[in-house]
C-alpha cells in the first residue's frame, strides 16, 4: 500500500492523495540566502526558473541543468515589516499567500516554473535569525497525479534542521511512498531524525503514519498533535487527526478539523470529503451537502468514491428513497469489499420495506 497516498484507514476507503509541505520564510537583518535543488522536472527536460514573491519584493533566478537554484532575499526595512501585505496580483490563485503574518517575518512564496508556467508553488515563511537555508530537493510534483490543493510544501522546523535530520527524513518519505513499504525502516529513520532535531514537524507527521499504519492510532495522535503544534498551518495534519476522530465516530472533533483545515486550504478535497460524513452525523445537512457537491465538482471524485454514501443518505433525508436505494446499489455493485456493505444492506432493506 502507498501510504503517502492511501494514508489513514478510516471512514472506509478513505484516501489521502499527496502530501503538502508549507514553508515559511521570514527575513533577518541581513541577505538570507535560499537554495536548493528541483527533482523530477517536466518531461522533455528544459530550463525551469525559480521565482520568489514577498510582499514589496520579488526576485528571479534560473535551475541550472542539474536542477540547482540560489535566491538571496534582500532584508527589508523595519517600516516594510509594519506595513507590508500579500500583494493582490489579479493573476494569482486565491491561496497564493497564507491569511496570517508570522510575528517577525514576512510571508513569501517560492514559485517553480518551466515555459512561463508555474508547475508548483511553495508558501514560504523563515523565522528570524537564520542567514542560510538549504531547502534540499523538492520534487517536482506530477501533473497527471496531483490536484488542487496536492502542492508539495515544506516547514521551516524541516528547512533548519540538521542535514543528517534532513536525510533522514527523506529517505523515511521515500520508504513511505513505496508500494509495499518498509514500516520498520520508516519507523527507525524517522526517530534517528526526530532524535536529530525533535523540532521538525514534517518528521512527527510522517511518524504519525506509520505508527497508524501499525495499528497504534493513540501514538499517531499523539504524533499529529506534536507536529500540529509545530506547524499550525499544516492542513495536511488537521486531516489526519480528522480522519482518526471519524474513525472513533468523534464527528463534532473531525468536523471542526476539517474546517482548520479549509481555513488553511480551501481546496483540499480530503477535508471536504471528511466533512461530508462529520457534517451529515452531526445533522448539518446542508453542510455536508455544500461539501459532498465540491468533491464532485472536482473532478476527482474517484479518489473518494464513498461520498456517494453520504449523497444516497441526504436523499433519503428528502424523502426520495428510490433515488437513494439506486445510489447505494450501485456503489455496493462496483464496491464489493466495502467495509459498512452489511449496514448499506440493512439500510437498503429498510427503504424496501418502507416502500412497500
Not at 4 to 31: H, Y
Not at 93 to 102: G, K, P, R, T
Not at 135 to 151: F, T, V
Not at 177 to 192: N, S
Amino acid at each position: 500500500m502507498d501510504y503517502l497516498r492511501g494514508g489513514l484507514r478510516t471512514l472506509a476507503a478513505l484516501t489521502i492523495v499527496g502530501f503538502n509541505v508549507a514553508p515559511s520564510v521570514a527575513i533577518q537583518a541581513q541577505d538570507l540566502v535560499l537554495s536548493g535543488r528541483l527533482v523530477n522536472g517536466p518531461a522533455g527536460g528544459g530550463s525551469m526558473a525559480v521565482r520568489l514573491r514577498c510582499p514589496g519584493f520579488q526576485t528571479e533566478t534560473w535551475a541550472t541543468g542539474s536542477g540547482f537554484f540560489t535566491l538571496r532575499m534582500p532584508r527589508p526595512t523595519e517600516d516594510t515589516l509594519l506595513s507590508s501585505s500579500p500583494p493582490s496580483d489579479h493573476d494569482l490563485d486565491d491561496d497564493f499567500f497564507s491569511a496570517h503574518q508570522l510575528r517577525g517575518s514576512t510571508d513569501c512564496t517560492l514559485e517553480v516554473l518551466a515555459s512561463g508556467t508555474v508547475l508548483t508553488r511553495f508558501r514560504i515563511a523563515v523565522p528570524q535569525g537564520l542567514q542560510h537555508v538549504e531547502i534540499g530537493d523538492l520534487e517536482l510534483p506530477d501533473p497527471a497525479g496531483r490536484g488542487p490543493g496536492n502542492r508539495p510544501t515544506v516547514h521551516w522546523t524541516s528547512l533548519s534542521a540538521p542535514p543528517e535530520a534532513s536525510a533522514a527524513c527523506r529517505e523515511a518519505r521515500q520508504e513511505l511512498d513505496k508500494d509495499r513499504p518498509d514500516l520498520v525502516r520508516a519507523d527507525r529513520l524517522l526517530r534517528t531524525a526526530l532524535r536529530l532535531h525533535p523540532k521538525m514537524a514534517e518528521a512527527w507527521e510522517l511518524l504519525g503514519i506509520v505508527e497508524d499504519a501499525a495499528g497504534d492510532a493513540g501514538s499517531a495522535r499523539s504524533d499529529f498533535e506534536k507536529s500540529l503544534e509545530l506547524n499550525a498551518d499544516s492542513y495536511e495534519t488537521y486531516t489526519f487527526l480528522a480522519q482518526l476522530d471519524a474513525r472513533e465516530k468523534k464527528w463534532k472533533e473531525a468536523f471542526e478539523r476539517c474546517n482548520s483545515a479549509l481555513a488553511v486550504e480551501p481546496t483540499c478535497l480530503r477535508a471536504q470529503y471528511l466533512r461530508a460524513f462529520a457534517a451529515y452525523n452531526l445533522g448539518d445537512f446542508d453542510t455536508a451537502r455544500i461539501s459532498c457537491q465540491r468533491v464532485r465538482a472536482s473532478g476527482e471524485e474517484d479518489r473518494f468514491a464513498d461520498i456517494a454514501v453520504v449523497e444516497a443518505l441526504l436523499l433519503a433525508q428528502e424523502g426520495k428513497t428510490v433515488e437513494a436505494s439506486s445510489i447505494l446499489q450501485f456503489f455496493l455493485e462496483h464496491n464489493p469489499g466495502y467495509e459498512y456493505r452489511s449496514a448499506l444492506e440493512d439500510q437498503l432493506a429498510i427503504w424496501a420495506s418502507s416502500g412497500e
